[in-house]
C-alpha cells in the first residue's frame, strides 16, 4: 500500500465543473504538496500546506490533519486545467526529512 | 521557466554510451533532488543534496552517479543504463530552513536507452 493514496485515478469533467480531488496519507508529515504536471512533463507546485486552507484563483486545496486527508478542489473548471494533479508530502520519517514522497496522481480531462 | 533549468530535455543513448544530464538552479536554494518517473509509476526518489552534501540515495544503481559541486548545480552521470532505465528525470530544488519545504521542478529529461 502506498504511503499517499490519491482518488480518483482518473476525471472527466465539464467545462464549468466544480472538481476535487482527494488525497490520503498514512505517514507523520510536516507539510503536503499539491502539484500540477501537463503533458511534456514539468512540474508546478500548486500548494504546499500543513493546516487549514489555501486558495489561489480558482483552486482551492485544504487539509485535514487529523484525519490524514486533503483535498484539491477546483472551481468553475477549464479545458486548460486538464493535467495530472500530484499530491506528495513530506515529513520526519526517516532519512532526509524534505524528500518528497508522490502518490499516483491523478489525470484530470476537462471537456469544453 | 521555472528558475529551474535543465539540459538536454531529450536524450536517447545506447547503453553502452555514457552521458551527463544537468540542473541548475539560481533561486538560493540549498537542497537539490533527482527524482524519476516511469510509465504508469509515481514519482521516485533518487537522490537528495543538502548544502552540497548528499542525504539520500533511495537505493538507486550504481549506474547512476549524481554529482552536486556546489549548491547551484546537480549532475546525474550515466553509464551502462539498461532500456527500463528510460524515463523522464526531473530535478528539483528547495530551501531547506524551519520545516517548511517549497520546491521548485525543473522540466526533466526524457531519456530513451536504446
Known sequence: KNEVEQ????????????????????????ALHWLQQHPGGGIVSLFMLSSGKKKHGRLIATINIQEKHSSLHITASHPRDSAVYICAVTGGYGGATNKLIFGTGTLLAVQP | ?????????HLVMGM??????KCEQHLGH???YWYKQSAKKPLELMFV???????????????????CPNSSHLFLHLHTLQP???????CASSQVSG????????????????
Not at chain 1, 482518488?7 to 510536516?30: D, M
Not at chain 2, 520546491?103 to 529529461?109: A, D, K, L, Q, R
Open chain 2, 30 to 32: 540549498n537542497a537539490m
Open chain 2, 84 to 90: 527500463e532505465d528510460s524515463a523522464l528525470y526531473l
Open chain 2, 16 to 21: 553502452t554510451n555514457k552521458k551527463s544530464l
Open chain 2, 99 to 114: 520545516g517548511n519545504y517549497g520546491y521548485t521542478f525543473g522540466s526533466g529529461t526524457r531519456l530513451t536507452v536504446v
Open chain 1, 7 to 30: 482518488s480518483p485515478q482518473n476525471l472527466t469533467a465539464q467545462e464549468g465543473e466544480f472538481i476535487t480531488i482527494n488525497c490520503s496519507y498514512s505517514v507523520g508529515i510536516s
Open chain 2, 49 to 67: 543534496y543538502n548544502f552540497k552534501e548528499q542525504t539520500e540515495n533511495n537505493s538507486v544503481p550504481s549506474r547512476f552517479s549524481p554529482e
Open chain 2, 1 to 9: 521557466e521555472t528558475g529551474v533549468t535543465q539540459t538536454p530535455r
